[in-house]
């Protein structure tokens, strides 16, 4: 999907900014100019949303770990329905994942709660950046699954491995 492309770009910048921002912090506060302050803060609101949304740009270039031991050992249609399984356990757990990270942003709102923090962010900020990219990973999950069992039925072998098969070392 050119949509996780695009994400993926977002976030490599974003850590980009988040890793200078907190260098500038480091080297002001060794210098004894003061700090900007929140760098700790900051940087963990980004790694949780770069794991969110990462987690979805992994699933389209196929990057998400398998152990392949007995997959290996099957004919092509085996592989195939090794492949779709792990597809649609994988949505699934996403699915499940995302449902249940509404109650705690939905909580968030509720109290208006912020951080313990000096900057005191409205945790509805990073929560809902969070909870996003889990939504975007249950609609990437979900797309991938349904376009996989149309190939899987269809019989279109070169279309569904190019979609959810683990490909080999030498492709990659």
Not at 138 to 152: H, M, N, R
């Amino acid at each position: 999907m050119r949509a996780n492309r695009a994400v993926a770009l977002l976030l490599g910048a974003t850590l980009l900014l988040t890793v200078l921002f907190i260098v500038t912090d480091v080297v002001l506060r060794k210098i004894g100019r003061g700090a900007l302050g929140g760098s700790n803060e900051i940087s963990s609101y980004v790694m949780a949303a770069v794991a969110s949304w990462g987690l979805s740009c992994a699933l389209t270039e196929r990057a998400h770990v398998r152990i392949d031991f007995v997959r290996q050992k099957l004919a092509r249609r085996g592989q195939s329905i090794m492949d779709m399984l792990a597809m649609v356990v994988t949505n699934g757990v996403v699915l499940l994942v995302a449902v249940q990270c509404w109650p705690v942003l939905e909580k968030t709102i509720l109290r208006g709660s912020t951080a313990n923090t000096p900057l005191e962010t409205p945790l509805w900020i990073p929560q809902g950046i969070w909870f996003g990219g889990w939504l975007w990973f249950a609609l990437t999950s979900t797309a991938l699954t349904l376009i996989g069992l149309y190939y899987l039925l269809s019989g279109h072998t070169k279309d569904f491995d190019a979609t959810l098969g683990m490909g080999s070392e030498l492709e990659i």
